[in-house]
């Protein structure tokens, strides 16, 4: 009998171990730096579309190749990544896989500093593009040029008062809300994106000297060891 009860605890730790994490991180290089960003669960469509990617080690070598100071940085471009196509001064930004991906727009998800968000054509649907992303550097906001915003970017649409504080005193694009899905954030190394998005650029908001990257999957022990660091009430 005891050792059956010391099987069955093994087993169970064994099976509390191998409990999977509650996110997903993946981690940006760029010659910059690195970032490490949290998918969200509450886009899943958005989050097992980008891990899919990142597997097939899509995003290695494409560029950053839109980047506005105090605003964001986009890429994802899969014609960046053709040297016939990325040489300098060529626009970039038209290249994208065969499918768009449903809007998961949430309201509790928003373009804070250090977002990152799914880019689109203007469609009536806002689905965004299969593959490419931004992550917002953004700028703060006064609480007059936010309601500035909710007027005649936002048509309407209220900034609930906790964002308004992430807002003023943090920074984000708050145009931006509940017209592109956000579905991750920066939890390390933002000041990555500040580096790119302060480069030289030319008439097409392209940097002047190319800034690839490549996107890779933290491992499941990893994953865990950063959600008991970040959200260690949620164990």
Same mark, same amino acid.
């Given at each position: 009998?005891?050792r059956?009860?010391? &099987?069955?605890?093994?087993? &169970? +730790?064994t099976?509390?171990?191998?409990?999977?994490?509650k996110?997903?991180y /993946?981690?940006?290089? +760029?010659s910059?730096?690195?970032?490490?960003?949290r998918?969200?669960?509450?886009? %899943?469509k958005h989050? @097992?579309?980008?891990?899919k990617?990142?597997?097939?080690g899509f995003?290695n070598g494409? *560029?950053?190749?839109?980047?506005?100071?105090?605003?964001?940085?986009?890429?994802?471009?899969?014609?960046s990544?053709?040297?016939t196509?990325?040489?300098?001064? =060529?626009?970039?930004?038209?290249?994208?896989? =065969?499918?768009?991906?449903?809007?998961?727009?949430?309201?509790?998800?928003?373009h804070?500093r250090?977002?990152?968000?799914a880019?689109?054509?203007?469609?009536?649907? =806002?689905a965004?593009s299969?593959?490419?992303?931004?992550i /917002?550097?953004?700028k703060?906001?006064?609480p007059?040029? *936010?309601?500035t915003v909710?007027i005649?970017r936002? =048509?309407?649409?209220? &900034?609930?008062?906790w964002q308004r @504080?992430?807002?003023?005193?943090?920074?984000g694009a708050?145009h *931006?809300?509940q017209?592109?899905t956000?579905?991750?954030?920066? /939890?390390s190394g933002? @000041?990555?994106?500040?580096?790119?998005?302060?480069?030289k650029r030319?008439?097409?908001?392209? %940097?002047?000297?190319n800034?690839?990257?490549?996107?890779? *999957?933290?491992?499941?022990k990893?994953?865990?060891?950063? @959600?008991e660091?970040?959200?260690?009430?949620?164990?």
């Open positions: 009998m005891t059956f009860f010391t &099987i069955c605890l093994l087993f &169970i +730790s099976i509390a171990f191998a409990k999977p994490p996110n997903q /993946v981690r940006i290089r +760029s910059y730096g690195d970032v490490i960003i998918l969200y669960n509450e886009t %899943p989050r @097992d579309n980008f891990i990617l990142t597997k097939q995003y494409t *560029l950053f190749h839109r980047v506005i100071q105090d605003f964001m940085i986009q890429g994802g471009d899969p014609d990544r053709d040297t196509k990325n040489q300098k001064g =060529k626009e970039l930004g038209n290249g994208d896989v =065969k499918y768009t991906i449903p809007a998961e727009l949430r309201d509790s998800l928003f804070k250090g977002a990152l968000g880019a689109r054509d203007d469609n009536p649907a =806002k965004s299969g593959c490419q992303f931004y /917002v550097e953004g703060r906001f006064t007059a040029k *936010l309601d909710e005649k936002l =048509k309407g649409h209220k &900034i609930p008062a @504080d992430i807002y003023t005193s943090v920074g708050p *931006l809300d017209n592109y956000v579905f991750g954030e920066v /939890v933002i @000041d990555m994106v500040d580096r790119i998005a302060a480069l030319d008439g097409n908001d392209r %940097p002047e000297d800034v690839p990257m490549t996107i890779e *999957l933290l491992s499941k990893e994953c865990k060891q950063l @959600d660091l970040l959200w260690p009430k949620e164990k």
